[in-house]
C-alpha cells in the first residue's frame, strides 16, 4: 500500500532524511519509534508531499511519483490517498465541529451537502462526539479535538492514515480517549503509520515497529522482537531511558 524508495530531504544543508526505504502492506499498522529530531514528521510529511522529498520515490496504492519529476497532479493524487492527524489538531478554529469535518467532502470530494452531512455524522458518532456536532474546537477539551482531527482524516475514506504523535499535545487523562479510538481505527483493518512515544499503546496495536534515528531506519521488527529483543543497542538505549 505504501512504498517509499530512497527518500532523502535536505532542509538547506542540513541532511535530515538519508535514504529511507519502507513498506507498509494493506491493512498494516506500523509505528515509527526513535528520538526527537531524528526526522520522523519529515519521513510522514513526505510520504504525502506536505514536505517535497530532495530525491526519492514514493508509491501509494500503485500511484508512483518520482519526487524529481512530482506534477501538481501528482502531489494531489498522493493527497487524496493520505489522511493525516496532526499532533496539534489543526482545525479550523472558525467552523464547528460538523464543519470541519464536512469540508473536505464538499470541497475536496465535491460530495452534495446533505450526503456530506450524514456521512459527517455517522464518522462523529464512531468518534463519541455525536453531542458535540455544533461546538467550536475552543469549546471542546484536547481530547474531543483530536477526535474530531481522526474523525476528518476517516471522512475523506484515505488508503492509508498518517499520524503525527496525536496524543503527544493531550494532558495525560486525555491521552487514553484518543488512543482508544485509534484503536478502533486500526481494528477495522485501516493502514497506518503512527509516530508515537505511547510505548505500551505502539506495542499493543502495531504488526510492525520502525525505530529511526538521525534521518535512517536502525531498525524494524515486530513489536515483541523491539521491545523484548532490540538488536541495535541505540534501540535498546532509547527503550529502556524511555520505559
Ligand atoms: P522528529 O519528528 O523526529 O522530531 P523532524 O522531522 O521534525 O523530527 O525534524 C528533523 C530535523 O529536521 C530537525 O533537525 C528539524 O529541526 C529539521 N526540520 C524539520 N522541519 C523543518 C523545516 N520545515 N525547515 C527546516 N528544518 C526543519
Ligand atoms: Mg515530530
Known amino acids: 500500500m505504501i512504498k517509499v524508495e530512497n527518500i532523502h530531504k535536505y532542509f538547506d544543508q542540513q541532511h535530515v532524511l538519508k535514504g529511507i526505504n519502507l513498506s507498509v502492506k494493506k491493512g498494516e499498522v506500523v509505528s515509527i519509534l526513535g528520538p526527537s529530531g531524528s526526522g520522523k514528521s519529515t519521513l510522514l510529511r513526505c510520504i504525502n508531499f506536505l514536505e517535497s522529498p530532495t530525491s526519492g520515490i514514493v508509491e501509494i496504492n500503485g500511484k508512483k511519483v518520482n519526487s524529481e519529476s512530482a506534477s501538481k497532479k501528482d ?41 456530506a452531512k450524514k456521512k459527517s455524522i455517522e464518522i462523529l458518532e464512531k468518534v463519541g462526539l455525536q453531542n458535540r456536532l455544533n461546538h467550536y474546537p475552543v469549546q471542546l477539551s484536547g481530547g474531543q479535538q483530536q477526535r474530531v482531527g481522526i474523525a476528518r482524516a476517516l471522512a475523506l475514506n484515505p488508503e492509508v492514515l498518517l499520524f503525527d504523535e496525536p496524543t503527544s499535545s493531550l494532558d495525560p487523562e486525555l491521552v487514553d480517549e484518543v488512543l482508544t479510538v485509534i484503536k478502533d481505527v486500526a481494528n477495522e483493518g485501516n493502514t497506518m503509520l503512527i509516530v508515537t512515544h505511547e510505548l505500551n499503546f505502539a ?16 531498525e524494524e521488527g515486530s513489536a515483541e522482537q523491539i521491545f523484548s529483543n532490540p538488536s541495535v543497542e541505540r534501540t535498546k538505549k532509547f527503550l529502556s531511558k524511555v520505559l
Open 203 to 218: 506495542r499493543e496495536i502495531s504488526d510492525r515497529i520502525i525505530f529511526m534515528e538521525d534521518g535512517l531506519i536502525l
Open 75 to 115: 502531489i494531489l493524487d498522493v493527497r487524496t490517498l493520505t489522511g493525516m492527524v496532526f499532533q496539534q489538531y489543526n482545525l479550523f478554529k472558525n467552523l464547528t465541529v460538523l464543519q470541519n469535518v464536512m469540508i473536505g467532502l464538499t470541497s475536496v470530494k465535491r460530495i452534495n451537502p446533505v450526503e
